[in-house]
């Protein structure tokens, strides 16, 4: 079965310093994976996906992603955080057997102070 | 439109009534998909359309769930027998192609919430 893991409900950052929000997956085969935010009332957004090729993947808003496989991880990471950033971010790979299938995880609520 | 359009945005119910919740897709997009999230918890696959034809409906957890995709375009979820565990908010996405193949992303509308009392 596919799956990813989001280990933390929470993630507390200073603004303008690096944030990483944390993402384990579970699949047979080669993954594809995404990273989702989700603003207060607003619906998911997508940031960036990992299909193939440079395990570094640079998204919307200055985001971007590390492709792990040894560690099976995709973690999100952003240099300089921003307020603005504080939001629901969920990680999900999509079911190698079933392209039709995304698996989300349970989200991670990044807060970002001033 | 410019975006995934639900409605209605919220919905309470009493427990046993019919609830539709409708979508309008992003002009263009064949695939629609329609997901469930429930508090604290990420979004859940129920059904998946390719056109008009319900193409994977895998997710559906019961025949209460029923939804439909008459022309292509505009989808409408249906329950019936609301129950209280049916509270949640359901999400509709689309997308440009046909996902098997390809690595398209999913676009998401704003969700509508359904509370059933």
């Known amino acids: 079965a596919q799956s990813v893991a989001q280990p933390e409900d929470q993630v507390n950052v200073a603004e303008g310093n690096p944030l990483t929000v944390k993402c384990t997956y579970s699949?047979?085969?080669?993954?594809?994976l995404f990273w989702y935010v989700q603003y207060p009332n607003r619906g998911l957004q997508f940031l960036l996906k990992?299909?193939?090729?440079?395990?570094l993947v640079k998204g919307s808003y200055g985001f971007e992603a590390e492709f792990n496989k040894s560690q099976t991880s995709f973690h999100l990471k952003k240099p300089s955080a921003l307020v603005s950033d504080s939001a629901l971010y969920f990680c999900a790979v999509r079911d190698v057997n079933n392209f039709n299938k995304f698996y989300f995880g349970s989200g991670t609520k990044l807060n970002v102070k001033p | 439109g410019a975006g995934v359009s639900q409605t209605p945005s919220n919905k309470v119910t009493e427990k046993g009534k019919y609830v539709e919740l409708r979508c309008d897709p992003i002009s263009g997009h064949t695939a629609l998909y329609w997901y469930r999230q429930s508090l604290g918890q990420g979004p859940e696959f129920l059904i998946y359309f390719q056109g008009t034809g319900a193409a994977d409906d895998s997710g559906l957890p019961n025949d209460r769930f029923f939804a439909v995709r008459p022309e292509g375009s505009v989808s409408t979820l249906k329950i019936q027998r609301t129950e209280r565990g049916d509270s949640a908010v359901y999400l509709c996405?689309?997308?440009?192609?046909?996902?098997?193949?390809?690595?398209?992303?999913?676009?998401f509308g704003e969700g509508s919430r359904l509370t059933v009392l």
């Open positions: 699949v047979s085969g080669n993954p594809y």
């Open positions: 996405a689309s997308s440009l192609t046909r996902l098997a193949g390809g690595s398209g992303e999913l676009f």
């Open positions: 990992y299909i193939t090729g440079d395990n």
